[in-house]
């Protein structure tokens, strides 16, 4: 495989990767189970980099170990593919994600690198929370919507249902994604980004027998016409072909009529915009510099004439390059061995390798363009979302933080398999959790305890499983609810210090989503997982002095450990308003300057009426009617909440709301007292004041 790939990439894809009209930027997003992997395959068969015979079954992109024994994704991959349209070749940068809620920030980093979304819905389940999740998401990013409507066959093979009913089901399917747009867009966006055959931006198929029908499609069978009523009766007559083939014995003429990577491949090409197009509005919505500035023209018209801009979207340890970062190159170009400053830490490193990723491959090359998505190697101390550009450019304003739809929910005290090894252990994990934007590692001062935070279960199974193919082998203790503090109002202003300290005034306000944090100041530090932010309105606290360090340890140690019960605390904006700092010499302590900070900054959060959240979790359950009783029992019993039952496509959906203490388990429980028959998705239902004394 690796010779393919290195082939393919510098024999045709090299070629291709200056043509900045013609490179895509796409990422593939979807609730769980909707069939992105198996989809992503028959796009990779077409390239010819994957046999067509085992494509939707291969799971290329699922590479990792983890992922071929569990049949799940969890990890966003990329790959670099080719496809002809109208006589001209166009390079296909694509980014296969997870579809499960644990896994979700992996969703978010792949959105920010990418310009455009082919979104896939099991017809038979149709918009599940999930899929609401991630749109949502790509709606923020300004990333244009693509639609593939999957699993029609099973209309046909399970439901039985004919020609007519197979086009409404399908019919109902995109009235519901349009309505959820309308949910997450302005008119104006809207009316330009809804999905429809005439647009190019709806396909239709079944990523498993690897069929799909599209614009193309349709207009071949209309003769040419584009007229909606043309293509609907092209439509008609088309699913009249697909029910009888399903009838009959030879499914396969399906795929060869009809390939789903033709269609999907061709909407992507038609509808996702190329870099140039979509940096024009994308950059001001994630870039608050000076889009008049020479930076800020090289970013807005994707230019690889000017300053180099890249934006880290994942970072992984390698046992031999130390660090592969996952970057898109917003302006400039990447060369192989060229220094690059992270804006962030102001740090300078030298690439060892650049070049493009295929799969779990890497093909290295000289350089790379702005307008593509590629890997670098050699850089240290890279954390996702990082801003790195070239050497003299460090002053620029970073990309705005990218903003999760989950934080760290659960934590499990850990300890080595091996007491002899507790010493050693810490600090790869402490690596490798800076890896994870989900996942927190941490010493208790108290007690000593190691403690392991992430957005699941599940996320931690799985990061423990990673750490222990690299040798670190730990074990898991009972898990814990992550409280959380946080304001009910915004604290008053309130000082603290005196002559023989520094003296700061401080207040201790809400965060609010959409709140404009450059209004209060300059920004000193952030913890943008869980949305607290350090703000100096002074003007006077230089942010590379020892003094401003030592504010942000305090900082720090404040969102640690909040007034109410020691909780880590959420949406916290602190704006210092005053600050007198004293520092007689190399000697003083910087208690002289923490002190004051942390005693006016807890008076003014205790204005703020501080409350004590636990986290809870929305979950969609869809089942046959006869296993309704059984899970609403279920809930019941976990303390949870039904919101909503609807009957819909033959099966019952549950709306519900559990608190994530009572959530343990319950993915083995559903499937037990269903069995198997259950589909459910879950996100994040946002904090509430906890019961303190609720068993």
Same mark, same amino acid.
Request: a negative charge; charged letters at 25%; proline letters at 4%.
């Given at each position: 495989?690796?010779?393919?790939?290195?082939?393919?990439?510098?024999?045709?894809?090299?070629?291709?990767?200056?043509?900045?009209?013609? #490179?895509?930027?796409?990422?593939?997003?979807?609730?769980?189970?909707?069939?992105?992997?198996?989809?992503?395959?028959?796009?990779?068969?077409?390239?010819?980099?994957? $046999?067509?015979?085992?494509?939707?079954?291969?799971?290329?992109?699922?590479?990792?170990?983890?992922?071929?024994?569990?049949?799940?994704?969890?990890?966003?991959?990329?790959?670099? =593919? #080719?496809?002809?349209?109208?006589?001209?070749?166009?390079?296909?940068?694509?980014?296969?994600?997870?579809?499960?809620?644990?896994?979700?920030?992996?969703?978010?980093?792949?959105?920010?690198?990418?310009?455009?979304?082919?979104?896939?819905?099991?017809?038979?389940?149709?918009?599940?929370?999930?899929?609401?999740?991630?749109?949502?998401?790509?709606?923020?990013?300004?990333? !244009?919507?693509?639609?593939?409507?999957?699993?029609?066959?099973?209309? #046909?093979?399970?439901?039985?249902?004919?020609? !007519?009913?197979?086009?409404?089901?399908?019919?109902?399917?995109?009235?519901?994604?349009?309505?959820?747009?309308?949910?997450?867009?302005?008119?104006?966006?809207?009316?330009?980004?809804?999905?429809?055959?005439?647009?190019? *931006?709806?396909?239709?198929?079944?990523?498993?027998? /690897?069929?799909?029908?599209? =614009?193309?499609?349709?207009?071949? !069978?209309?003769?040419?016409?584009?007229?909606?009523?043309?293509?609907?009766?092209?439509?008609?007559?088309?699913?009249?072909?697909?029910?009888?083939?399903?009838?009959?014995?030879?499914?396969?003429?399906?795929? &060869?009529?009809?390939?789903?990577?033709?269609?999907?491949?061709?909407?992507?090409?038609?509808?996702?915009?190329?870099?140039?197009?979509?940096?024009?509005?994308?950059?001001?919505?994630?870039?608050?510099?000076?889009?008049?500035?020479?930076?800020?023209?090289?970013?807005?018209?994707?230019?690889?004439?000017?300053?180099?801009?890249?934006?880290?979207?994942?970072?992984?340890?390698?046992?031999?390059?130390?660090?592969?970062?996952?970057?898109?190159?917003?302006?400039?170009?990447?060369?192989?061995?060229?220094?690059?400053?992270?804006?962030?830490?102001? /740090?300078?490193?030298?690439?060892?390798?650049?070049?493009?990723?295929?799969?779990?491959?890497?093909?290295?090359?000289?350089?790379?363009?702005?307008?593509?998505?590629?890997?670098?190697?050699?850089?240290?101390?890279?954390?996702?979302?990082?801003?790195?550009?070239?050497?003299?450019?460090?002053?620029?304003?970073?990309?705005?933080?990218?903003?999760?739809?989950?934080?760290?929910?659960?934590?499990?005290?850990?300890?080595?398999?091996?007491?002899?090894?507790?010493?050693?252990?810490?600090?790869?994990?402490?690596?490798?959790?800076?890896?994870?934007?989900?996942?927190?590692?941490?010493?208790?001062?108290?007690?000593?305890?190691?403690?392991?935070?992430?957005?699941?279960?599940?996320?931690?199974?799985?990061?423990?499983?990673?750490?222990?193919?690299?040798?670190?082998?730990?074990?898991?203790?009972?898990?814990?609810?992550?409280?959380?503090?946080?304001?009910?109002?915004?604290?008053?202003?309130?000082?603290?210090?005196?002559?023989?300290? $520094?003296?700061?005034?401080?207040?201790?306000? =809400?965060?609010?989503?959409?709140?404009?944090?450059?209004?209060?100041?300059? =920004?000193?530090?952030?913890?943008?997982?869980?949305?607290?932010?350090?703000?100096?309105?002074?003007?006077?606290?230089?942010?590379?002095?020892?003094?401003?360090?030592?504010?942000?340890?305090?900082?720090?140690?404040?969102?640690?450990?909040?007034?109410?019960?020691?909780?880590?605390?959420?949406?916290?904006?602190?704006?210092?308003?005053?600050?007198?700092?004293?520092?007689?010499?190399?000697?003083?302590?910087?208690?002289?300057?923490?002190?004051?900070?942390?005693?006016?900054?807890?008076?003014?959060?205790?204005?703020?009426?501080?409350?004590?959240?636990?986290?809870?979790?929305?979950?969609?359950?869809?089942?046959?009617?006869?296993?309704?009783?059984?899970?609403?029992?279920?809930?019941?019993?976990?303390?949870? &909440?039904?919101?909503?039952?609807? *009957?819909? !496509?033959?099966?019952?959906?549950?709306?519900?709301?559990?608190?994530?203490?009572?959530?343990?388990?319950?993915?083995?429980?559903?499937?037990?007292?269903?069995?198997?028959?259950?589909?459910?998705?879950?996100?994040?239902?946002?904090?509430?004041?906890?019961?303190?004394?609720?068993?």
């Amino acid at each position: 495989m690796s010779r393919i790939y290195k082939k393919f990439v510098n024999e045709r894809a090299v070629g291709l990767i200056e043509g900045t009209e013609q #490179i895509r930027n796409c990422t593939v997003i979807a609730h769980i189970d909707h069939g992105k992997t198996t989809l992503t395959d028959s796009l990779i068969a077409a390239s010819g980099l994957l $046999s067509k015979e085992i494509a939707a079954t291969a799971r290329l992109m699922d590479y990792d170990l983890i992922e071929q024994e569990r049949g799940i994704t969890i990890k966003a991959s990329g790959i670099t =593919l #080719i496809h002809q349209k109208d006589d001209q070749e166009h390079l296909i940068h694509l980014i296969d994600t997870p579809g499960h809620i644990d896994f979700s920030s992996h969703v978010t980093r792949g959105l920010r690198l990418t310009d455009g979304a082919i979104i896939v819905v099991d017809v038979i389940e149709g918009i599940m929370v999930q899929t609401e999740t991630v749109t949502r998401q790509a709606m923020d990013e300004l990333v !244009r919507p693509m639609l593939f409507v999957n699993k029609v066959d099973r209309l #046909i093979k399970e439901r039985r249902l004919g020609p !007519r009913k197979v086009a409404e089901e399908i019919n109902k399917t995109v009235r519901e994604f349009n309505a959820m747009l309308g949910k997450y867009l302005g008119d104006d966006l809207l009316e330009s980004w809804e999905v429809s055959f005439s647009r190019g *931006s709806l396909c239709v198929g079944s990523a498993l027998d /690897k069929w799909g029908v599209g =614009l193309g499609t349709l207009k071949s !069978r209309a003769g040419g016409s584009t007229k909606p009523a043309d293509l609907a009766d092209a439509f008609v007559e088309i699913i009249e072909e697909v029910v009888e083939t399903y009838q009959g014995e030879d499914r396969q003429v399906l795929s &060869q009529k009809y390939p789903v990577a033709e269609v999907i491949l061709d909407s992507v090409v038609d509808v996702c915009p190329n870099p140039v197009r979509a940096q024009a509005y994308r950059i001001p919505s994630f870039w608050k510099g000076d889009i008049k500035t020479k930076v800020g023209k090289g970013l807005v018209k994707c230019s690889a004439a000017g300053p180099c801009v890249l934006l880290v979207g994942d970072v992984q340890p390698d046992r031999h390059a130390g660090l592969v970062a996952a970057v898109r190159i917003f302006s400039g170009t990447l060369q192989r061995g060229s220094p690059l400053v992270n804006v962030r830490t102001k /740090k300078q490193g030298k690439t060892l390798q650049v070049g493009l990723f295929m799969s779990k491959l890497r093909i290295a090359l000289p350089s790379v363009p702005a307008g593509n998505l590629a890997f670098i190697t050699g850089v240290r101390n890279l954390a996702v979302g990082d801003t790195l550009v070239e050497k003299g450019q460090e002053e620029i304003i970073p990309m705005s933080e990218l903003q999760y739809p989950t934080e760290p929910v659960v934590t499990y005290t850990i300890e080595p398999k091996a007491l002899a090894n507790l010493s050693s252990i810490q600090q790869p994990i402490a690596e490798f959790a800076e890896t994870d934007p989900s996942l927190v590692f941490e010493t208790n001062p108290e007690t000593g305890e190691m403690l392991l935070s992430g957005a699941g279960e599940l996320h931690i199974e799985i990061s423990v499983e990673k750490l222990t193919r690299v040798g670190i082998e730990i074990m898991l203790g009972k898990p814990m609810v992550l409280l959380k503090e946080q304001l009910r109002a915004d604290g008053d202003a309130c000082s603290d210090g005196e002559a023989t300290t $520094s003296e700061f005034t401080v207040r201790a306000l =809400l965060f609010k989503e959409g709140q404009d944090l450059e209004a209060y100041g300059t =920004l000193l530090d952030s913890q943008h997982i869980s949305g607290c932010y350090l703000i100096d309105s002074t003007g006077k606290i230089a942010p590379a002095s020892d003094e401003a360090e030592w504010i942000r340890e305090g900082f720090r140690a404040i969102i640690r450990s909040g007034p109410v019960s020691g909780e880590r605390m959420r949406r916290l904006v602190v704006v210092i308003d005053e600050a007198k700092i004293r520092v007689e010499g190399p000697e003083s302590s910087w208690r002289e300057i923490t002190q004051p900070l942390l005693q006016a900054t807890r008076k003014s959060i205790q204005t703020g009426d501080p409350v004590v959240l636990e986290p809870w979790t929305r979950l969609e359950i869809s089942a046959p009617e006869e296993h309704v009783g059984s899970l609403t029992a279920i809930l019941a019993r976990r303390k949870g &909440q039904v919101l909503e039952i609807d *009957s819909e !496509r033959g099966l019952y959906r549950i709306t519900a709301e559990i608190p994530v203490r009572e959530s343990f388990g319950l993915a083995t429980e559903i499937r037990t007292s269903t069995s198997g028959w259950a589909t459910w998705g879950a996100k994040s239902g946002g904090y509430r004041e906890a019961m303190m004394n609720d068993s």
